[in-house]
T-cell receptor
Framework: GAVVSQHPSRVICKSGTSVKIECRSLDFQATTMFWYRQFPKQSLMLMATSNEGSKATYEQGVEKDKFLINHASLTLSTLTVTSAHPEDSSFYIC?????????????FGPGTRLTVL | GQNIDQPTEMTATEGAIVQINCTYQTSGFNGLFWYQQHAGEAPTFLSYNVLDGLEEKGRFSSFLSRSKGYSYLLLKELQMKDSASYLCAVTDSNYQLIWGAGTKLIIKP
């Protein structure tokens, strides 16, 4: 149990285009989902916390108009990178909390590698 | 501020034992996690400590001392597949996960 999927696993796009990444909790309801970004050889950086049915809370320095997050259901959150540029190339990882299992545990998706040309 | 410290890199020999330390200073404490992350992959859960003491799970054990703000991950009978980054993360009073930068473990034959 507690499986989180992400789609796509890898995406290459041209500069200026928008990319949508989906994060799904497959066998549990996730009231809270988290979006992380990880640059090569660096640790995870939390971008935003997403609660179902409400606006996402963004970390300092993360542009909310550039990284649009939607958490419309208890099993799906999406991250849209708008007008992507080469510096947005990174590994994007989502995680989800299973409220029934315990408040602390986060389960991670497999990640999405974004390359912007 | 909130801070988690762990060594950047460690090297160990296949079959040996290695201990990866983590010290933390956070606003409140609601548990400490250890995650394993292979290159190019997402982190996978290894252990969770919220009370002082040692938690053993197969070849991996995790220890916590809340009074010292200290934890370690102990890996026994090291295998080549254990080569990965090991991330220490603490849940603060707001249940936010604060991440360490990770320790890259290199296993040599």
């Amino acid at each position: 149990g507690a499986v989180v999927s992400q789609h796509p696993s890898r995406v290459i796009c041209k500069s200026g285009t928008s990319v949508k990444i989906e994060c799904r909790s497959l066998d549990f309801q996730a009231t809270t989902m988290f979006w992380y970004r990880q640059f090569p050889k660096q640790s995870l950086m939390l971008m935003a916390t997403s609660n179902e049915g409400s606006k996402a809370t963004y970390e300092q320095g993360v542009e909310k108009d550039k990284f649009l997050i939607n958490h419309a259901s208890l099993t799906l959150s999406t991250l849209t990178v708008t007008s992507a540029h080469p510096e947005d190339s990174s590994f994007y990882i989502c995680s989800a909390r299973d409220a029934e299992r315990g408040y602390n545990e986060q389960f991670f998706g497999p990640g999405t590698r974004l390359t912007v040309l | 501020g909130q801070n988690i410290d762990q060594p950047t890199e460690m090297t160990a020999t296949e079959g040996a034992i290695v201990q990866i330390n983590c010290t933390y200073q956070t606003s409140g404490f609601n548990g400490l996690f250890w995650y394993q992350q292979h290159a190019g992959e997402a982190p996978t859960f290894l252990s969770y400590n919220v009370l002082d003491g040692l938690e053993e799970k197969g070849r991996f054990s995790s220890f916590l001392s809340r009074s010292k703000g200290y934890s370690y991950l102990l890996l026994k009978e090291l295998q080549m597949k254990d080569s990965a980054s090991y991330l220490c993360a603490v849940t603060d009073s707001n249940y936010q996960l604060i991440w360490g930068a990770g320790t890259k473990l290199i296993i040599k034959p």
